[in-house]
């Protein structure tokens, strides 16, 4: 429960809390099980009260708890880790004295952590409990320590007074001197019980002095932390190491004298007692020269295996000397000056004939580059941490590369003014591991330059400005395992240059190689080659353009490095993979993340026999595979993060049971099928992520917000990152949250509202229906009745007209030209005279109009309709079109001929029909009265011929 209402200095900008978190008594007390309680960042203004009795750790940094009474603390009798800090400090005021009431952690019979951190606390609290073992009180106010603070402690093992009067000079953070820069006051006996003690910290005290008495009582402790004092002069002449035999580890860091830059490290020669010391940090004490004499103390302390001198501004050294260092394995010279020494640089007597400069720390040099590094030793709170993470006390300064350290003895010059090399300048050939990174040298190395160095088998010259002119680059170190050549770019970004970066076929031994970041675009060779490489890192470069479109030159690039494992060819704006996998047979890693793919051949990692994990992750992909296992069966570990994935396929994990690993977070997936999390793959992996996509929190997600529920497999940031992103009413919820009776409860909702819809669609479509198709629908109800009755023909077998004339009676002018034009011609003329049915003449009156009509079109053997634009659109015109039309379909007999007196819309139905069976039926009334006798000669052919025998063939073989 940590972090709900963080002070306001402290908590994010964006969301302010002003109002503090109430937390009644007895809130917790029915958690039986409970042990751990962190209650951090909630503005709580005191103890909580009726908390579980068996709880074992209490939390309760970053609030307002500014007074300590021993009847708050009466209920936690079984309490032994107990976190108090940060209620009292500069991003967290006070204003008040913080008041620690004098037995009040004395009942406390199991506490064994006690941490009263950065809380404005002037005294050590009296009568602490015995059981302690781990205190800290560092960034507070203590002047002094007395020697009855600590005289029951005999359990302490931890012990951190740091930063009580401290060394306020670059502090990044508000400090306070105590009074005229005066150092935190310690009794000689102040320590003398704490016979079990192993580790003080006296980090930023303004000490000037380190008394032996101190240590009189402290023959066990292992690690002494005495950096950011005023130790400079002090460490030249005292003689407390000769009471520290069983210390491991000292650190004297940033000591260095203002105003001054002596000329070389003056080491008291009882350092040589300390003969258990492992670790002796000496980083910004600032000198100009590291000579011979500095380092006999140290030369006889077997068990010492670090030295950091990193950060002293040393301009001048001689390489050699630290050979005498026989034991030591880790020698760390990083971020000084030291540049290639040449023979006027020092004088006859061995001295330096450089003048004393200002003190380099007086100009803000713990700043790299222009950029703030990370320095622990200028931290307020080495050990702090934030709202994510609960771990505490347990800060430590990184050390070196640890693969780099592994193989044995190192030296660290990184970051240095190290221009050019030449062999007697690295005379020191028992080293294995070599940190040459920093120091912008642009040599073109030729493979001379190491030749001292045969048992080297780590070399990092990354951040330089390699200039890869020759392939005998390197050749010399014929033991060497692991080369990096990061961050060269320099001459790979210039044209025209020649870039041999086939030295690597010289490196028998080559096991590893990271050329990254350093735009490559172009290679005077086609081909890197290699029996022994294993882990290649190519990220940062431009394979774009080594693998453009239609430049062959380069697809074989990495082809013979026959033993390649590791590849990664991260950030390298590649939009597309050409085929190069078939000559990486043993690939059991492939780093493709942070390019611009948007689609991948994964058909071609079926050359991939061994590959085990694939990343591509930060790219533009939007689909998987329909079935992975067709091509990459052996994949451990799978990340698809960061991408624009909509949709997982069904098929996508079957068969994939070596899946140990599955990332598909920060896309846009919005539904997970059963189908697709087959059960068999899924039960066995380690870890699913699934934060930052899109779901749709809907009844459809019912199965997968279910098997979120119940499934055993890790699924990080579960409850606060898998969340919805519609509807709108369950936006920004977890997934786990939908409420599952709500969409159980809803089917017979749904069935009402499905069976609601569709009668409201049915009735719909029946209303349009009946009001454009109803005669449609009338004549296919009949047909339909017909044809379940039983057809039957009218009784008369014999057709007693020629043509049955079908016309609107109600226009005057076509009846005219029925009567007048058409009867006259067909029945008048005697070539031969036709006999027509015409409805005001031979229909029989008081018949219904239908029978009459039936019978019309049945006893006749054609029906002309004469035609017009209104009469087309008429339902009189449809009945008999249809009727005549049904005798093709009954009788497969065409009796239908089409007569327009007007221009008619091409688009008529009606009349492409007709044109597709039998084009001579459809006749046109010609305006020109010379075509006239043209216009009978044509009707009566088409009246008097055999319809079928004029239709396509594809009519015929259909009829």
Known sequence: MRCNCVPVKVGPKDHVCNQSVTIETGSFRHLKNLKSLYLDGNQLKSIPRGLPKDLVLLSLEVNNIFSILKENLTELTHIETLYLGQNCYFRNPCNTTYDVEEDAFLLLERLTLLSLKANNLSFIPQRLPSSLKYLYLYNNNIHKVTVGDFQNLTNLETLDLSGNCPRCYNAPFPCVPCTNNAPLHIDDKAFKNLKKLQILRLHSNSLTKVKPQWFQGCGNLKVLDLSSNFLAQEIAVTHFPTKLPNLEELDLSFNYELQKYPASLNLNKS???????????????????????DIDPLVSLEHLRMIDLGFNFIKITDLSILSMLKQVSIINLSENKISTPTENALSSDGSMRHPLYDNPMLHNAQYYNREVREIHYFRYDEFARSCKYKDKELGVVSQLNTECTQRGKTLDISRNNIFFLHSKFLNLGELKCLNLSGNAMSQSLNGSEFVNLKDLEYL????????TMYSSAFEELTNLVVLDISYNNHYFEAEGLTHMLNFTNNLRKLRKLFMNYNQISTSTNTEIESLTLEHLEFKGNRLDMLWRDGDTRYINYFSKLVRLKKFYISENNLNFIPDIFPGLKELTELHVNKNKLKIFPWDKLVHLKQLEVLDLSENLLTEVPEKLSNYAISLRVLILSKNHISQITPMFLTNITNLRVLDLSYNEIQHIEQPSFPEDVIKKLDTLFL????????????WFVMWLNRTTVRIPRLATDVKCAAPGE????????????????????IILYILLTSITLCFTALSVSSHLFLWDVWYIYHFILAKLKGYKRMASDSTFYDAFIVYDKKDPAMSEWVMQELRVHLEEDEDPALHLCLEERDWLPGWPLIDNLSQSIQQSKRTVFILNNRYMKSGDFKTAFYLAHQRLMDEKNDVIVLIFLEKIPCNSKYLRLRRRLYKRSVLEWPSNPQAQQYFWYCLRSVMVADSQKHYSKLFQETL
């Open 271 to 293: 350092f040589s007692q300390l003969k258990s010391l492992q670790i002796l940090r000496i980083r910004g004490l600032v000198f100009q020269q590291l000579k011979k004499e």
């Open 460 to 467: 990092d010259f990354s951040s330089n400005r390699l200039d």
């Open 691 to 702: 934060d930052n996509n899109k779901f749709l929190c809907t009844c459809r997600s019912i």
């Open 730 to 749: 369950q936006e920004g919820k977890s997934v786990i949250s939908l409420y599952l009776p709500a969409c159980q409860e809803n089917y017979l909702s």
